[in-house]
C-alpha cells in the first residue's frame, strides 16, 4: 500500500499522477487497469477482479486479480492469505480502526467509469480518463512480469 503524502499529487492533477513512477501510479489509481490488463492478456479459468472496500470513514480502495490461491497486482504475484495479511496489516498501522471487505468485479466494471458507479462506493476512471490512455502502460507494465505459474511468496 503507497499513500501519496504531498499536496503536490492530487488525484484531480493528472499530469503529475500520470508523472508517479510505474509501481506508485498502479498502487495510486490505476491499480484497476492493471487488473484489467492482465486479465485480458491471461485469461485464466476462475481468475477475477477484487475490490478491497473500506468500511465507511476510511481510504485505501485497492483492485487486485484473484485467481486460485494466487493473486496479482503492483507488486507481482503473490499468495492470497499472505497478500490480504500484510494488506489488513499496512492499512491498520496507517488508519486506526480500518477494515474492509472484499467485491468480487465483473472484468467490464474495470474499465467503465459509469458501471463502476453502480457499485456503491467505487468510482474507476477509464484508461483513456487518465492524462494519457492508462491501458498501453498497463500492458508495458505486465511486460516486467512472467505469466502466472503460482508461486507463493511474501513480502
Known amino acids: 500500500m503507497y499513500r501519496l503524502r504531498t499536496k503536490n499529487c492530487r488525484k484531480r492533477d493528472l499530469e503529475k499522477r500520470w508523472a508517479l513512477p510505474e509501481r506508485v501510479f498502479f498502487a495510486c489509481g490505476a491499480c484497476h487497469v492493471l487488473a484489467y490488463a492482465f486479465l485480458t492478456r491471461y485469461p485464466l479459468d476462475g481468475a477475477r477482479a477484487v475490490w478491497i472496500k473500506p468500511i465507511a470513514g476510511h481510504v485505501g480502495n485497492h483492485v487486485f486479480v484473484e485467481f486460485g490461491h494466487g493473486v496479482f497486482d503492483y507488486h507481482g504475484y503473490s499468495g492470497r492469505d499472505v497478500y490480504l495479511a500484510h494488506y489488513w496489516k499496512r492499512a491498520r498501522q496507517a ?61
Not at 108 to 123: C, H, I, Q
Request: charged share 25%; no cysteine.
Open 95 to 155: 488508519f486506526a480502526g480500518w477494515d474492509a471487505t472484499l467485491v468480487d468485479l465483473p472484468r467490464d466494471v474495470l474499465v467503465s467509469e459509469a458501471k463502476s458507479r453502480t457499485y456503491d462506493g467505487l468510482w474507476l476512471r477509464q484508461p483513456d480518463q487518465f492524462y494519457q490512455n492508462a491501458l498501453p502502460r498497463a500492458e508495458k507494465y505486465l511486460d516486467r512480469f512472467p505469466p502466472p505459474q503460482f508461486k507463493a511468496s511474501t513480502f
